[in-house]
């Protein structure tokens, strides 16, 4: 079993950036594929991007050109770098991780999920 906590929510004004961390702990998750997803009040939970073992990514339209993911093996931790915020990118932001090299944007191909945290956008 892998458990997941993640870090580095909070408010920030729009135009600003943030950098969530993911950190494992557990088996290793160094050969899992990571994905971020976040869930807006009244809404569904939607895929933000992913990350293969071999640090290949993948974005959502939404996030293209404003995010970032990227892995640390050693320390067992996932990172999603959000950069040029918008009040839209409010949301509770979960990782989640699963086997096999594929990136996978829906919810339930995902095997393990942290708790999220929660990234508020002024305007």
């Known amino acids: 079993q892998v458990h997941l906590v993640e870090s580095g929510g909070g408010l920030v004004q729009a135009g600003g950036s943030l950098r969530l961390s993911c950190t494992a702990s557990?088996?290793?998750?160094?050969?899992?594929?990571m994905g971020w997803f976040r869930q807006a009040p009244g809404k569904e939970r939607e895929f933000v991007g992913g990350?293969?073992?071999?640090?290949?990514?993948r974005y959502s339209d939404s996030v293209t050109g404003r995010a970032t993911i990227s892995r640390d093996n050693a320390k067992n931790t996932v990172y999603l770098q959000m950069n040029s915020l918008k009040p839209e990118d409010t949301a509770v932001y979960y990782c989640?991780?699963?086997?096999?090299?594929?990136?996978?944007?829906?919810?339930?191909?995902?095997?393990?999920w942290g708790q999220g945290t929660q990234v508020t956008v002024s305007s």
């Open positions: 557990g088996r290793t998750f160094s050969f899992d594929t």
């Open positions: 989640a991780g699963k086997t096999g090299p594929t990136i996978a944007t829906k919810r339930n191909q995902y095997d393990y």
């Open positions: 990350i293969t073992w071999s640090s290949i990514t």
